[in-house]
């Protein structure tokens, strides 16, 4: 992948911040949104991290250097997570914190997007309770063991 170069390469895009030191993480696939404010951080002075998820790594690495190497080659890193796994958003921020050499993230920018078939509702423990046919209701044997059922 060839990056775009910037607009205007003379004016820095966070000229009234200095991020020196700082450390960020953004998510969203390497592209897009979040390619571009990777690269606004970094060029701020921070150290940043990237994930991806369908990007192939070779071509994440890649932009990760290229990021580096466009700013004083400060640390960035790419690194493969599936935002909707807990443990995996949980492991990708401690190794990017050890790599980065930070105690903690200063800045996260959570631009990922996850696509489900599920809608909130059906995801919630109600279950189908929002519908307009069905209502929940307590009947008298529910109402001593304490449990909610679903009546049409």
Known sequence: MVLA??????????????????????????????????????????NVAITYSSTPPAEADNIAAIIAAANNSRTVVAYKCDVKSKTEVQATVEKATAELGAVKLDIVVANAGTISSVTYLMSTSMGHAGRRKQRPRFSKDSRKKKKLRIED
């Open 5 to 46: 170069p910037h607009p205007c390469p003379t004016a820095p895009v966070l000229t009234n911040f200095d991020l020196s030191g700082k450390t960020a993480v953004v998510t969203g696939d390497c592209r897009g949104i979040s390619l571009e404010v990777a690269r606004g951080l970094c060029e701020a002075g921070a």
